[in-house]
C-alpha cells in the first residue's frame, strides 16, 4: 500500500487532516470577511494574521468540542510535530502556542457568556461567535502575528 492511501485510511491521520482542511476553509472564508492578512499558495496561513486565525479559531472550536484539556493536548501535539519534523523554530512555536492558549480562553468566554454545549461547536452561528472573538483579540494586538513579535 503506498503512502498517501495508508494516510487516507489510517484514522490518526485522516481525521486531523480532514479537520485541518476544514480549519484552513475558515480560515479563508473568515478572512474575506474581515480582511486580515493572508499569503499566497502554500504560505497563505503560514507565520502572518492568517496562521494566528487559524490556529485561535481551531483550538476555541476544539475546546468546546473536547474541553480545554484535550484542546491543548491536541495543539501540543501538532506543535511537536512541528518542531520535530518541519524544523518549526522557537519564534513559530512560541507564536502558534500562544495563539492556542487565546483560543481556549475564547471557547471559556463563550461557554460563560453564551452557556454554548458541546453539540454548538460546528454550529454556523457558534462559529461566526468564535471568528468575532479571535478578529476582536487581532485588532486589539492579543494575538501573535509573526514569529518575530512578542
Not at 501573535?144 to 512578542?150: E, K, L, M, V, Y
Amino acid at each position: 500500500m503506498n503512502k498517501k492511501n495508508s494516510d487516507n485510511t489510517n484514522i490518526f491521520n485522516f481525521i486531523p487532516k480532514k479537520y485541518g482542511q476544514y480549519v484552513l476553509e475558515k480560515t479563508l472564508e473568515y478572512q474575506k470577511k474581515y480582511g486580515f492578512e493572508v499569503g499566497a499558495g502554500k504560505e497563505a496561513t503560514h507565520n502572518n494574521e492568517a496562521d494566528a486565525f487559524k490556529h485561535t479559531f481551531m483550538q476555541a472550536q476544539l475546546a468546546l468540542l473536547t474541553g480545554k484539556h484535550a484542546a491543548k493536548f491536541f495543539g501540543d501535539f501538532h506543535e511537536i510535530q512541528g518542531n520535530l519534523f518541519q524544523g518549526q523554530g522557537k519564534g513559530e512555536n512560541n507564536m502558534d502556542n500562544w495563539n492556542n492558549a487565546q483560543g481556549r480562553e475564547i471557547a471559556k468566554e463563550l461557554i460563560h457568556e453564551y452557556g454554548i454545549k458541546v453539540t454548538a461547536a460546528f454550529n454556523p452561528d457558534v462559529c461566526d461567535l468564535i471568528a468575532e472573538k479571535v478578529h476582536q483579540r487581532m485588532k486589539a494586538g492579543k494575538l501573535i502575528t509573526h514569529p518575530s513579535r512578542r
